[in-house]
């Protein structure tokens, strides 16, 4: 793949009204679940990426026949929890872990062996964490030394029994990845966490008819239940704006002088509201505008104006909430008067990047103060000073995105390098920052 390279332009105000692609969690989730589904899903709305992109293949390789997407619109005619066929070669989930973990829980309830392959950054991933809780339901799954991709599942011959399990550590991904294991277990399946993460699976599952009882136990663990065996039945889904999209353009409008922006039909789902939490901690102006529900998912047109903001420590337990949205949020951080201290994020160091160490040396790059701690970082705010900054992405598209944010309070030219991956979350990111008020070019060199 040609070497794409940002060159960010400083300054800017952002201006006008737009709207981001889909949310990539409910596009991964509509396929997933339309395709065990009994009858035809159609979506609206879905997020045309690299990572989307991977879900919809593998399950073509299994089987089942999906038109789309065409601008967002695709019909999945489903095969029901038992009709999945098993797949001619490993199934190549290219850069997307959500992918990844989420199908091993649906794999490993199937009667056929298969193999789940990534490319180089994901296969640095950590996989244990979903495949531990597979083997305490009796699957059995090989994975690389180290518990990294390829992974291996037999599921031909392997029945699977419901467990209760408590997560050692906050995460949808491997919260879902049991759940969608339960739908293939003997009895009730229980997954319970020790802080809220984003209810996506939970949230679809019931609007498939497949209920899930969900419940707060206290402060902060949550428990989502549900019995093996039963049926989900076809619907519609229009997938709301992605909040993780949007945050670029929200840090951008938030840090820039005489900025006023809105963006349109996004996902509120209070399980990934933390980054308009810290947002308006630090002093933001965000109203929500026009708030309405769409297929469970609570959405609204979020109105962002400049406004200064202040350096805070970051609340540990808006940590789980935002956890995607922090390399923009350190953005906001370098461009806030005073200090700002992240801690109980050390689930960021084993993202696509280190998100820690790799948006630490990209700040410093550009003259920012910030130094990573082994759970967070430690930014001391104020404008940046270097001259014609070089940034190493690292592979990972939100770090390429969050640091072109970081232009509009540049003391000079930013070149971002290894921004390709963009793709995977964001295809028309650079239409759109264009659009509003910044001046970013892409480059390509072989």
Partial sequence: MANV??????GGRIQGRIRVPGDKSISHRSIMLGAIAEGTTTVTGFLEGADALATLQAFRDMGVQIEGPDNGNVTIHGVGLRGLKKPEKPMDMGNSGTSTRLLAGILAGQDFDCELIGDASLSKRPMKRVTDPLAMMGAKIETAEGGTLPMKIFGHGQTLKAID???????????SCVLLAGLYAEGRTCAEEPAPTR???ERMLNGFGYEVVSNQLDESRTKACLQGGGRLTARHIDVPSDISSAAFFMVAAAVSEGSDLVIEHVGMNPTRTGVVEILKLMGADIT?????????????DVHIKYAPLKGIDIPEYLVPLAIDEFPVLFVAAASAEGQTILTGAEELRVKESDRIQVMADALNAVGVDAQPTPDGMIINGGRQSAQRGEIQSHHDHRISMAMTIAGLNAASEIVIDDCANVNTSFPIFLDLINQVGMQVEAVEED
């Fill in 5 to 10: 390279k940002f060159i960010v332009q400083p």
């Fill in 288 to 300: 929500l505008e026009n708030p309405h529900e769409v297929g469970g998912e609570p959405v609204a």
């Fill in 199 to 201: 209810d996506h699976t």
């Fill in 165 to 175: 399990y408590v997560l050692p550590m906050a995460s949808a991904q491997v919260k």
